[in-house]
């Protein structure tokens, strides 16, 4: 029914834009005439041309950005109106149309300057959220791999399994798992795994070098047309870095054997291309008992071709690899028994390794003044193997019950999208329309789940085959400006093909190659959207959106013929504003609700995902961003979610460990003579930890502290302290039923990994 309601929506909307575009036309066009300013923006200190420079008419609202080529054309220009010409890190400029500027080309050179808030004017765009958190980002970059999607405003993550293991997600009332209701990938390349041995969406970030991030795009809800798969709660899009203006060596010393070496190095800096190469090498005990004998390396190499003028092409090659050990989650009640410490493990022969290879290419081409053509393909090799222990002998009193979980995945797709943008000459509207095509295709092997004892003995398979999986593609979205306001319907359609190949029927672990037990399924799904926006001023913005997303089942429950849904969608709405009262503040609030077909719930015990019933989400948040003056700024954001399951009884539908109330922020120190720093917090409120709310996992308040001192040209010295005031808290919280060696009868109860107390680390590094 919603849908049906959406597609009435859209069908007005267009109808009423279409009648008011017919009507504009009527009036008289010699007594309507509009001029224009056109040209190229361009940097002041290498004469290079500059993309994404936000052009915006002041008097009449009416805005355009720079191209690939630096160039922009701004129509309804008359003589007196104010244009503005804006960037994150360069200075804003301001300049009062003469008579003799009408119809003229206008170049502009922009100096650079420290990346400030004043830079930042709200224009009709759909997410314009995503430039808040770039503000934050280049105000404090990335420093580990953690800090990546702590980022995202209301993004909050949780490790349990040593380092190793892609994080626990929370995100509006979502205990997420490692990534099945956020669509995640960097640079084009697709991070979610569908089918995954450990979880639906599996998404493991560990792959990217936190240094080489340059911006962070981020959307929440089910609202953007070219987001497919996972993308319900929301999508986190990482940028990297083109090319690097400096290389960079960088180590990090510090408590429980901790060590960590960065390098970014030039290979090549000509007039049109540029590459680096970057490695990251992380090596540590951990603050467990039992030694983690973590590793992990991460290399890179990026080679990019841009002629300034129609074309560029980047090319990326990046492998990592990691393995470690792992203490897991442990009972409270070991704790308080004195059996183990805080810190303790019951199996301390849990633990994994995992790795994956990528190449992907990324190409742009503008074909005119007014029409671009993006291409993408990637190729990854992955593989994982991991070991865990839920429930400690619950199930096997001899044995105990640690259980691996193992694939072996080929992953490769291709994605092109054509975008077209109408200037009405006479008129103070725009029309830009983009449509694009993909694939993705998963060859996921010898996906396993056995139980074994310590890492070495195979007990049992319980599941053990092979998956193939397709996703194919195609979206379109329209975005009409008319006046201040914006309209953005979008539709995405999506098919998929599900294989599943079981060994372990007999025939099939015989002779994998017949086709006896291979099971296949496949699903189309329609996903509208659309998006409204009001912008009266540069210093206003208010916005509406709806739209369905979805998550995809995994195979094997797709497979299986228990009835439950392959493609389940999710409908949600938002209400917001965006305001800059003053320069140096904005402040945003969001009123919005999500729900889902069928929500996804983790077991332990059986470490995979269950499908369960429907569910409804309520909720708003609030953000600031202050510069307070040119060196210190400050930011904070504040969420709060009621989450129920719809087709359980009141008191039993709570939805276990999905956060109600969530807040972060910081306060940074940026060039203050020599010296850099940034403190920040993160907080999470109690929560149900099963459906009756009869088990709770604790909240926490946690701060952590960087400082950075430049002593000499091109070298600094920092110190990285996580968890400042020693707070006691758990980073990862389950209610699991266990037994330990020496019990009768299991117990169900919080089973936790304790988060990381007083850390701190030094780093020196140098810039050449």
Known sequence: MFKNILYVVLFLVMSTTYATETETKLIDPIT????????????????????????????????ASSNISGYYKLNDISVGDVITFSGLGYASQEITITETQLDTILDIRMEEAAVSLDQIVLVSEVNSLTSLVDI??????????????????????????????????FLRGFDIDHGTDVAIDVDGLPVNMVSHAHGQGYADLHFVIPETIDNIDFGKGPYYADKGNFNTAGYVSLKTKKAIDENLISLEVGQFNTVRAVSLIKLLDGEYSNAYFGSELVLTDGVFDSPQDFNRINVMGRYNFNNFDDEELTLSVSHFQSKWNASGQIPQRAVDQGLISRFGAIDDTEGG??????????????LSEHQELKTKAFLSRYNFELYSNFTFFLEDPENGDQIRQQEGRTLFGAETV??????????????????????????????????TRDRRVLLERLAFGDIDEVNAYGFASATYKVGNWTFNPGLRIDYFEFDYVDFLNPFGFLNPDLDIDNISEDDVIFS?????????????????????????????????????????????????????????????????????????????????????GRSRRLGVEFGARYQINKWLYANADVNYTYARSIDEVDGQDFIPLAPDLTSSGSITVQNLGKFSGNLSYRYIKDR??????????????????????????????GLIVENLFDTEWNETQFATETRLFNEANPVEEITFTPGTPFSARVKLSVTF
């Open 32 to 63: 309507t005439a509009l001029h224009e300013i056109n040209g190229v923006v361009k940097d002041s200190q290498t004469d290079l041309p500059l993309e994404g420079i936000v052009v915006y008419n002041k008097t009449s609202g009416t805005y």
């Open 136 to 169: 934050d980002v280049q105000n404090n970059p990335v420093k580990s791999a953690q800090e990546i999607l702590r980022r995202v405003p209301g993004l909050i993550i949780g490790q349990h399994a040593g380092g190793g293991k892609a994080e626990q997600l």
């Open 353 to 366: 390794l995992t790795s994956r290879s990528n190449i992907w290419l990324n190409h742009r081409k503008q």
């Open 418 to 451: 054509y975008e077209h943008t109408f200037d009405q000459k006479n008129e103070r509207n725009r029309l830009r329309f983009n449509a694009g095509l993909g694939f993705r295709y998963d060859d996921n092997n010898d996906v396993e789940l056995s139980r």
């Open 528 to 612: 509208p959207k659309f998006n409204t926006v009001f912008t009266p001023n540069s210093q206003l913005q208010l916005f509406a959106k709806a739209g369905f997303g979805f998550h995809s089942n995994d195979s094997r429950v797709v497979t299986a013929g228990t009835g439950e849904e392959t493609l389940p969608s999710a409908f949600g709405v938002d209400l917001g504003t965006i305001v800059k009262p003053v320069n140096g503040l904005v402040l945003n609030a969001t009123l919005w609700g999500l729900s889902l077909e069928q929500e996804f719930v983790y077991v332990g015990d059986a470490a995979v995902v269950e499908p369960s």
């Open 688 to 717: 149900p930890a099963n459906e009756d709310n009869s088990i709770v996992a604790e909240g926490y308040f946690v701060t952590d502290l960087n400082a950075n001192y430049a002593f000499a040209k091109g070298w600094n010295i």
